[in-house]
């Protein structure tokens, strides 16, 4: 009998998280979470929820980047992940078929019939990296094009289709790969016209500051990408899965049908780990030409039962609850409410963005007092004034929200599919609260705001 015990440990030693990771992991995370007030510690969570050591609630309008579409914690998942456990399958042996791979497979395939094969990885990156390699390998030609501000993951490949310098710096040489400008189909035909592109990848809606494609560019850019024998490549890792209001964001553009579509994030019900590619036949039939590529990609640890049987689960949480339909009819409620205040608010610019996909863009305001202000965050680091209303979002209203990206006035919203009106009032009271302080031009908020000038300006 081993006399290892999990509740006995974090009882131990659960009091030690922060400086474990300041000693053991990425030291800058803990330096950085108190530098903002953000080292809290949460005991427990559920839903759309968390809870401190006192009971206090936190609303989660983060949902993990993406991951926990389905809140923490579901029932339906966890009660999957036992059954698979308790059921001792004979997994990962390499030597067979196992059934719940195929079952998923073809639960997925469903929602976007034009594709018919999946490669199962064990994330977001993996599931770019194979469709980067895909499509090289179908179409015969080295160079993937990509997105201004696009984040498509941080492993190299997937690094080499990023958009924005500060992931890149220093990790040179990548791939040769070419930025064009989101919606830029002038771009696009230049680059196509050199005869060497295999693909263009993109996000429906890009997670940094929320950007959707213009509309009609992914149809047009298709039609561009299969007149040059070149793919189109959907990057849904974020945007999928309910996320916007359609199972997948590209279909939100009628006849827009991908070659191949990266997903990953909330397919993993929040648990175990999954990425997936979704492609067309005729690119599988090219990669695994025969027998002896059989192995030409693959991953250790991808299709294990455990993550297959936690996709099964969440695609059956989103049918049976109707989260698709819900996460559209709650994030248009939610996106209504908050761009109605940008007549009240100098600062406040643009609400945008698809279902519960939402971004909240802040900018220079017209009033000569609020300008100074304004001008001296931007002067010490662009990004600073979002920083300062996300902070308080959690210091007094318990809600934990994010900048949508480096240097960004953008505060992302990505909550859980399954909030309802409750969590939008909640949220649109927190803002408001948030947004009367920094518009009256005094108080705790615009002291928060001198700090944050300091450590800019100490870090140049």
């Avoid at 190299?156 to 992931?167: A, K, R, Y």
């Avoid at 295999?198 to 950007?211: D, H, M, T």
């Avoid at 007092?369 to 304004?374: C, K, N």
Wanted: aromatic share 8%; charged share 25%.
């Amino acid at each position: 009998m081993t006399g290892f015990d999990l509740g006995a440990l974090l009882a131990e030693r659960g009091g030690e998280r922060y400086d474990l990771h300041r000693r053991h992991l990425n030291h800058q995370l803990p330096r950085m979470l108190h530098t903002l007030g953000f080292d809290k510690v949460y005991e427990r969570a559920e839903g759309a929820y968390f809870w401190d050591a006192d009971g206090r609630d936190y609303l989660d309008m983060l949902a993990g980047f993406g991951v926990m579409g389905l809140g923490r914690h579901h029932p339906v998942v966890r009660q999957a992940l036992h059954d698979v456990l308790d059921a001792q399958l004979a997994d990962l042996t390499r030597f067979d078929c196992p059934p719940l791979p195929g079952l998923l497979a073809e639960k997925l395939l469903s929602h976007t019939p034009h594709l018919d094969r999946v490669f199962f990885g064990n994330s977001g990156t993996e599931a770019v990296e194979t469709a980067l390699k895909f499509a090289r390998y179908a179409t015969g030609k080295p160079r993937v094009l990509y997105c201004a501000h696009a984040f498509h993951g941080l492993t190299t490949g997937s690094l080499s289709v990023n958009g924005e310098d500060g992931f890149r710096d220093g990790f040179a040489p990548l791939l040769p790969d070419t930025a064009i400008g989101l919606g830029d189909l002038t771009a696009l035909e230049r680059e196509l016209r050199r005869g060497d592109v295999a693909a263009l990848i993109v996000e429906p809606i890009q997670g940094k500051g929320v950007l959707p494609t213009p509309p009609g560019f992914l149809a047009a850019a298709q039609e561009l990408l299969h007149r040059h024998k070149a793919l189109l490549i959907a990057d849904e890792v974020q945007t999928g899965l309910g996320r916007t209001g359609d199972f997948f964001a590209h279909q939100h553009e009628p006849g827009v049908e991908p070659d191949l579509v990266c997903v990953a994030k909330a397919l993993s019900g929040g648990y175990v780990p999954v990425g997936a590619t979704l492609g067309k036949d005729w690119i599988f039939q090219k990669v695994y030409s025969s027998m002896d590529r059989v192995l030409v990609h693959s991953a250790s640890f991808g299709a294990n039962a455990q993550a297959m049987a936690a996709g099964l689960a969440v695609l059956a949480v989103m049918e049976d609850e109707q989260l698709v339909a819900r996460a559209r009819r709650t994030g248009d409620l939610l996106r209504t409410r908050l761009a109605a205040l940008t007549d009240r608010y100098e600062m406040l610019h643009e609400v945008r963005g698809r279902g519960l996909m939402i971004g909240i863009e802040f900018g220079r305001p017209k009033s000569l007092g609020l300008r100074g202000r304004w001008t001296m965050l931007q002067a010490a680091r662009k990004g600073l004034f979002a920083q300062m209303v996300v902070v308080p979002l959690l210091q007094r209203h318990r809600i934990l929200t994010q900048v949508s990206g480096d240097h960004l006035e953008v505060i992302k919203l990505l909550p859980p599919l399954i909030i309802g009106e409750r969590e939008v009032d909640r949220f649109v009271d927190a803002f408001t609260a948030v947004m009367d302080e920094a518009h009256a031009g005094s108080g705790l908020l615009w002291d928060f705001g001198r700090t944050l000038v300091k450590q800019a300006v100490a870090h140049r």
